[in-house]
């Protein structure tokens, strides 16, 4: 399980280029075979065990741009749960209950590790939810009480997702309306579930095809890409989805810097969405081509200009929360020397350039 930092790491240009991304928590990734990000379990009886938080070995991160006297910029959270978060409706087997199985919602953030203080900036700041250890390597933070639960619906409904995400959500919604109403308690009910369940992730288990087979499944919400709501979004969505890059081609020792975004293809719209966002920023910015890579799509500004004109003060005023903040600081530190050109006379200062780089995104330590 890797960092989940920066979401991607490039190797020296070649004729084709190789694009290698970095492994999510879950497992999921996009490369040769992309998978989504949130999976369903068999049974999907493996739950967490909720430990307090104070429980977990920390380390102190004293630039990671928390201010304990301030909450999460709500859409900030939209657009991080965008990247990151997960609605999901469990299905439990339960000999007590009527129907046999317990259907529980639930909505929930998993990250390295490395980001459990994040995390806790995000329960503060809902008010619910409890973070659990989920692995050796790996923190969530889930809402599945049925009295937290409206807190985040009310959330989201009041700041809506942006990507195809809103569909989950929607369908989410849905089996909350009738869990809410106790109509789950009913083979009615729960086969009604069981049906949104169905265009939900990943879709219905194995297992809980074979005990329904005569489910009726329901048809997904139509989804359609608006705008980009708030630049608050952008930042949680690049806290989850960005990647701030210093790349270096040893053929030249040529060095620049890079920001790049990379999402399944379902999602090329938003990518198109936030290109033009930049753009609004700057009369100068030439508006990026969206390039596609076979079920992906990546979006990469590299012109020194849109970097330090751009991306740098945008970041600086919608700050990166988390661990990938540490990654932008570094991206900056680099930036600063390449804007002098010192590095291209000096061996030290390239030498300099070389060691940020050598801690930055998967290489960081912690």
């Not at 004293?62 to 201010?67: D, G, R, V």
């Not at 659990?132 to 923190?139: C, Q, R, T």
């Not at 081509?289 to 799509?297: F, Q, R, Y």
């Amino acid at each position: 399980m890797g960092y989940r930092g920066s979401k991607s790491e490039f190797q020296t240009p070649q004729p084709k280029e190789i694009f290698v991304k970095e492994q999510r928590v879950d497992g999921s990734y996009f490369g040769l075979n992309p998978k989504l990000r949130c999976t369903l379990t068999g049974f999907e009886r493996n739950y967490p065990i909720k430990i307090p938080s104070k429980q977990f070995n920390k380390k102190s991160f004293s630039t990671l741009n928390f201010k304990s006297e301030h909450e999460i910029n709500p859409w900030f959270l939209t657009g991080f749960t965008d990247a990151e978060g997960c609605f999901s409706i469990k299905l439990q087997q339960n000999a007590k209950l009527k129907t046999k199985w317990r259907v529980r919602p639930v909505f929930s953030i998993t990250l390295h590790i490395k980001d459990l203080s994040l995390l806790e900036f995000i329960k503060k700041s809902l008010g619910v939810g409890n973070i659990s250890k989920s692995g050796e390597k790996a923190v969530m933070f889930a809402v599945d009480s049925i009295k937290e639960i409206p807190v985040i619906i009310n959330h989201f409904d009041k700041y809506s997702l942006v990507t195809q995400k809103l569909s989950d959500y929607l369908i989410f919604k849905q089996c909350f309306e009738i869990i809410k109403q106790n109509k789950h308690l009913t083979e009615r009910g729960l086969l009604a579930i069981i049906g949104l369940k169905s265009n939900l992730n990943l879709g219905l288990s194995a297992k809980i095809k074979e005990t329904f087979p005569s489910v009726i499944k329901v048809n997904r919400p139509n989804y359609k890409f608006k705008d980009i709501p708030d630049p608050f979004w952008v930042s949680g969505f690049i806290c989850g989805e960005g990647s701030f890059q210093i790349i270096i081609r040893n053929s030249n020792n040529e060095v620049f810097a890079r920001f790049s975004i990379h999402l399944h293809i379902r999602d090329l719209e938003v990518l198109k969405g936030l290109s033009n966002y930049f753009k609004t920023y700057s009369t100068e910015f030439t508006e990026k081509k969206v390039t596609i890579l076979a079920k992906s799509a990546q979006l990469q500004i590299s012109k020194f200009s849109d970097i330090d004109n751009i991306i740098i003060p945008f970041f600086n005023q919608y700050p990166i929360l988390g661990m990938k903040s540490l990654d932008f600081i570094d991206f900056k530190k680099a930036c600063n020397i390449l804007k002098t050109k010192k590095h291209l006379n000096s061996p030290s200062i390239f030498n300099k350039i070389i060691k940020i780089k050598s801690g930055m995104n998967l290489n960081r330590k912690w």
